[in-house]
């Protein structure tokens, strides 16, 4: 078989057959094609894990490589991402991911640190919008009106204040915002509707890689 | 009725758009159409080439959005584009590329992106510089794409694909470095950070239509044009819907609801 037809034409007719079968599933009550289309996203279940098969190899190599090299300080925390990763793959497949020993891993490491992230938010959150706030354009600008009178009028002190300011906020929530939401909501839907055809119909095929053959 | 009750309408509305856009790329034909002008992709090259000259690399980010959820995967596919055009800029203009892949439920993409970088570098002869392991790296928590940004020091970061708060934190993290940002996303409450941290931002369907823009195919663009005449219909919509519900009645709600 030549490689076009591995690497484009086989691909393409999959995505075709694949393409109309979601739709009609949706769209169409067939039972036997709801059956044959959750069959299909079962099979995107499996090929995920064979995938998180790969990145975990991914991160063993890498984390390797950096303790060979040991530059800086950075070969310290792989020895440790290590530590870790093997601790929960032994955990996890020795014990189950359902078992007292995982879970209590998992809680007291895992789910704390990913807590943590949220609220970290906060700071870059401030960070990005005092970089915004010095933006010169007239967009910037008007960015930085509609920003403050949200940050101020959320402020209870401040909406105690300036009852108005509440007022203000919830026209720019409800009208404004809502409105200017719709509309990009509006064109993501017929982007993602043309792009679905564009794939469908195969005349977008740049995730498939280059055209020419080798 | 073989259509599922409340989506007939939008069936309908779908294999009409579909014809339209079969029109437009069939029969009338792409060549005389023009796409405007995208600053965030046109800068893309630019970043690239001060990567090369600051000898710094360029770090591409695809989200966790993945290919497997519905909702998620067309910004997630607009991404691999991306990511396709950066990798080939990269292979060709001689900078480093980091594509991080990030592992909320998106880890079906890399095999896809692995293919993708490797194709663009073997497309620029410039296969040998490819490099799975450290191209690629698999980050599975927001916080190790900080650590890269930290670590690395990129000259250009691009972000284009699904995301959810990580937007935010990650365009923070390589903006607090210095590096050119290009930010683009389809997840409506991500776009304003986006919009706040990064040097350029995609807003919502510019996404899409990318891989029109670099490639400047005809028929891709002929279907943007499709798209747009759609957008016409659903403004008319909107404003009838608007007459028609002020005057208390519900026929085209009740109408588009079958």
């Not at chain 2, 490099?131 to 900080?146: H, N």
Request: hydrophobic share 55%; charged share 15%.
């Amino acid at each position: 078989m030549s490689t076009k037809l591995v690497r484009k034409t086989v691909p393409l007719i999959i995505t075709f057959l694949v393409g109309l079968l979601m739709i009609g599933q949706w769209f169409l009550k067939i039972p036997s094609l709801n059956e044959l289309a959750t069959s299909v996203q079962q099979w995107g279940i499996i090929i995920a894990a064979f995938a998180m098969g790969l990145g975990s190899v991914n991160i063993i190599i890498r984390n390797v490589h950096r303790i060979q090299k040991r530059e800086g300080t950075d070969w310290l925390y792989a020895i440790w991402l290590l530590a870790i990763f093997f601790l929960f793959a032994i955990v996890g497949i020795g014990f189950g991911s359902a078992s007292s020993q995982y879970r209590y891993i998992f809680n007291t490491i895992l789910q704390p640190l990913s807590a943590t992230m949220y609220p970290a938010t906060l700071f870059f959150l401030v960070s990005a919008i005092y970089r915004t706030f010095k933006t010169r354009t007239v967009e910037g600008g008007l960015f930085v009106i509609v920003g403050a009178i949200i940050l101020v009028a959320n402020a209870p002190v401040m909406a105690a204040t300036f009852p108005f300011l509440v007022s203000v906020k919830s026209w720019i929530m409800d009208v404004e915002l809502t409105a200017a939401y719709r509309a990009i909501l509006l064109g993501i839907g017929l982007g993602a509707i043309m792009l679905g055809f564009r794939v469908i119909f195969g005349l977008e095929t740049t995730h498939l890689g280059r055209e020419e053959e080798t | 009725m073989i259509i599922a009750s409340g989506k007939v309408v939008d069936f309908i509305a779908l294999i009409l758009i579909w014809a339209v856009a079969a029109v437009f790329v069939w029969i009338v034909g792409g060549k005389r159409f023009t796409i405007r002008r995208m600053v965030a992709i046109d800068v893309i090259e630019e970043a690239v080439g001060r990567a090369v000259e600051t000898e710094k690399a360029v770090v591409m980010n695809i989200g966790g959005g993945g290919l497997l959820r519905g909702e998620y995967a067309p910004a997630t596919m607009a991404g691999l584009t991306v990511l396709g055009y950066v990798a080939g800029l990269t292979a060709r203009l001689g900078a480093d590329l980091i594509a991080p892949m990030y592992s909320d439920g998106g880890v079906e993409t890399i095999p896809v992106a692995t293919e993708l970088i490797r194709d663009a570098y073997m497309a620029e002869g410039e296969v040998e510089r490819f490099d799975a392991e450290e191209m690629i790296p698999f980050l599975p928590v927001q916080a190790s794409v900080m650590a890269l940004a930290d670590r690395v020091r990129p000259a250009a970061n691009i972000m284009v694909g699904y995301y959810w708060h990580e937007s935010c934190i990650w365009a923070e993290a390589f903006g607090r470095i210095g590096a050119i940002q290009v930010g683009g996303t389809t997840n409506l409450y991500q776009i304003p950070f986006f919009a706040g941290a990064c040097d350029y931002v995609l807003i919502g369907e510019e996404v899409y239509p990318i891989s029109a823009y670099i490639s400047k195919d005809p028929k891709l663009i002929a279907t943007i044009v499709g798209q747009d005449a759609f957008k016409w219909i659903a403004a008319i919509l909107i404003i009838l819907g608007t007459i028609l519900v002020s005057f208390g009645n519900q026929w085209l709600t009740q109408f588009l609801s079958m």
